[in-house]
């Protein structure tokens, strides 16, 4: 199958999983994770129709980013998906429409300082408890949430999370169930607040995250892999 199909098949699914759910399909963001794709695939992708693209690490999204524009001749939102260093927080401004991996204070208050633009950011929450994984507490995000929308420049979109590896379908859904009633929780001590974006689900358990309320859906392998 082509990028396209494959691509295709993909919005196709979540279609159907929204309807299931009684969802607005119109309330759910595709985002496509490039991760190890060239950019002339990315390429194909975004000519036929992904909009919003994902990458995980600064480095590889520095040359990739520009020349699958170039090829495509268009330029979608770049999403960035991975840890962020401080040392990259610079280039990841100059590359990202939104930073959806703001995984400590350290890294947010480095965006602020920064940024020249109001820039899209969300806060990952981690269930893993390993060390080479980052990301704010669950306990803690309601506090971690205080502290980075009180900062300049940023705008605080949403909550992010990835599902530790090797979860049950039933102990992955209440990991996406969780994240939704931190959501939830920090919406109502601040009335009027927009609602929060979602972002969780990947290509293995996108499903289960939509049922859960997912607003953005990060798919790579099942787009990507030829």
């Known amino acids: 199958m082509s990028v396209g199909d494959r691509l ?6 979540i279609g159907e999983v929204a309807e299931r759910s009684g969802r607005d399909l119109a309330s759910i963001k595709l985002v496509g994770i490039s991760k190890g794709a060239p950019a002339i695939v990315v390429a194909e992708a975004i000519a036929a129709g992904l909009h919003d693209i994902g990458e995980n690490r600064v480095q590889e999204a520095a040359p990739k980013i520009p020349e699958a524009e170039r090829l495509a001749g268009a330029e979608p ?3 960035l998906v991975g840890h962020l260093q401080s040392n990259k927080a610079r280039p990841a401004l100059e590359l ?18 920064l940024a020249t633009r109001p820039l899209p950011i969300m806060l990952e929450v981690q ?11 669950p306990d803690a995000v309601d506090e971690a949430f205080t502290s980075v929308a009180a900062l300049p420049n940023l ?3 949403g909550l992010m999370t990835v599902a530790p590896l090797g979860l049950t379908p039933e102990a992955t859904r209440a990991v996406f169930r969780t994240l939704r009633d931190c959501a939830a929780r920090i919406e109502a001590q601040r009335p009027g607040m927009a609602a929060l974006e979602l972002s969780m689900g990947m290509s293995e358990d996108y499903e289960i995250a939509i049922e859960e ?14």
């Open 96 to 113: 990202f429409d939104t930073i959806q991996s703001v995984d400590s204070l350290r890294i947010a208050q480095a965006l602020s300082r």
């Open 155 to 157: 705008q605080l979109i």
């Open 213 to 226: 309320g997912a607003t953005i859906v990060r798919i790579g392998r099942a787009i990507f892999a030829g």
């Open 127 to 137: 269930f893993a408890r390993t060390p080479d994984r980052y990301g704010f507490d």
């Open 8 to 13: 295709q098949t993909v919005r196709a699914r």
């Open 77 to 79: 939102q770049w999403h």
